[in-house]
């Protein structure tokens, strides 16, 4: 596999003609592992019409790090990092200019970029788990089954066509994904199949030193929500939205720790929260963090550019139903803007929930 993957950098610009694979824009742990094994095995299985298969992972190489259990899985797997090739990295212009073609995973819509790149055409195959959307009808293979993650089908495909090519660190990487997205294959999460529970089996019993499958799933459970290598920034980023809210310019950041906590490792967290709305020209930039210590809690973090804007909306934030308590959080030096941090004890108030609050609010003033 690490040759595999190293061979793909080492001839991206050898001039042949190229079939890229890529999952969608989400960029989680089954587009990545599924783009990479189902690269391999159209390598392997000559099914890429002479095309060199290339997986690349659909966001810049500064972004893997926020993915921490795509890191682990990865990790474990023994696929290092560097021999990923990442969208920044990859002139899709030039190498679809040059012939080249496309092979979906893990979604069978191109990506609106994409589609109105007009690359529709040059997608030559696709494998996906999400309702069939009838697009691409040529496209070969088209496997499109209602499973509980992609990299079941890869799986099976693999086992199908070329099981010899299902090595330690291959297995490692696909069963990890499966337990991660059928919740340790647990019926009562509601995604898992029988396909599923095959795929699992097979990849079992090859995945050296992770053939304990409630172990290997609690490592990676723990890995997603592990951000104690991330910082201010980078946690900011990790689980980001942002809208325009009448004329405000609005981010909102999902964070998996306390404020407190998060003040105590970064003295500088005001002045970072102004760079990143600096960066992105917000107007206001809200997180909401959630965690468990050791039961389920909310807080939530939100700074403005301007001061008068900072108290509307902390206003009207405190006259709604989200039961707020100030929390005496140094955040350290602030040139401008105004930032403030609240205990939230409406568990139920999440980002889905206060987005049309803020909406409706600042689309009135």
């Known amino acids: 596999m690490r040759e595999f993957l190293d061979s793909c950098r080492k001839y991206l610009d050898d001039g042949q003609a190229k079939t890229i694979v890529m999952g969608n824009e989400a960029a989680d742990l089954d ?11 159209l390598a392997n299985s000559g099914a890429a019409d002479g095309n060199r298969p290339i997986p690349v992972m659909p966001i810049p190489r500064a972004d893997f790090a926020l993915r921490t259990e795509a890191v682990f899985v990865f990790k474990a797997a023994g696929i290092p990092v560097d021999s990923l090739l990442f969208r920044d990295e990859v002139d899709l212009e030039a190498l679809m200019t040059a012939g080249g073609q496309l092979t979906l995973v893990d979604h069978n819509r191109l990506s609106k970029e994409l589609d109105s790149a007009g690359y529709g055409e040059r997608v030559a ?73 095959e795929a699992s089996r097979i990849l079992a019993t090859l995945a050296r030193g992770h053939d304990d499958t409630d172990r290997f799933f609690a490592q990676v459970q723990a890995a997603k929500f592990d951000v104690s290598d991330l910082s201010t920034r980078d946690l900011l980023r990790k689980d980001y939205k942002q809208w325009t809210l009448g004329e405000v310019v609005c981010g909102f950041a999902s ?46 973090v939100v700074y403005a550019t301007e001061q008068p804007l900072h108290d509307r909306v902390t206003a009207e934030l405190k006259r709604r139903d989200l039961d707020l308590e ?11 803007g105004a930032i403030s941090c609240y205990r939230q004890g409406n568990l139920a108030i999440s980002r889905k929930k206060l987005q049309p609050i803020l909406s409706d609010y600042l689309a009135e003033q």
């Not at 587009?31 to 095995?41: C, E, H, T």
């Not at 495909?157 to 994904?177: D, F, N, S, V």
């Not at 105590?264 to 468990?292: C, I, K, Q, S």
Request: hydrophobic fraction near 50%; charge should be negative.
């Open 125 to 197: 195959a696709l494998i996906d788990h999400h309702d069939d959307e009838g697009l691409y009808e040529s496209a070969q293979p088209r496997i499109i089954e209602a499973v509980g993650s992609a990299a079941t089908l890869v799986s099976l495909e693999l086992h199908r066509l070329e099981p010899g090519l299902i090595q330690a660190e291959l297995a490692t990487l696909l069963l990890g994904t499966i337990l991660l997205d059928t919740v340790n294959l647990d019926p009562q999460a509601g995604r898992v199949t029988d396909k599923d529970l």
């Open 255 to 300: 964070v998996l720790l306390p404020v407190q906590e998060w003040a105590e490792r970064d003295p500088a967290l005001a002045a970072v929260f102004a760079d990143f709305a600096a960066e992105r020209g917000l107007d206001l930039l809200v997180a909401m963090n959630a965690y468990t210590r050791p039961d389920f809690q909310r807080d939530l």
């Open 326 to 336: 100030a929390t005496p959080v140094d955040t350290g030096p602030l040139e401008s």
């Open 31 to 41: 587009s990545m592992a599924s783009a990479v094994a189902f690269a391999y095995l």
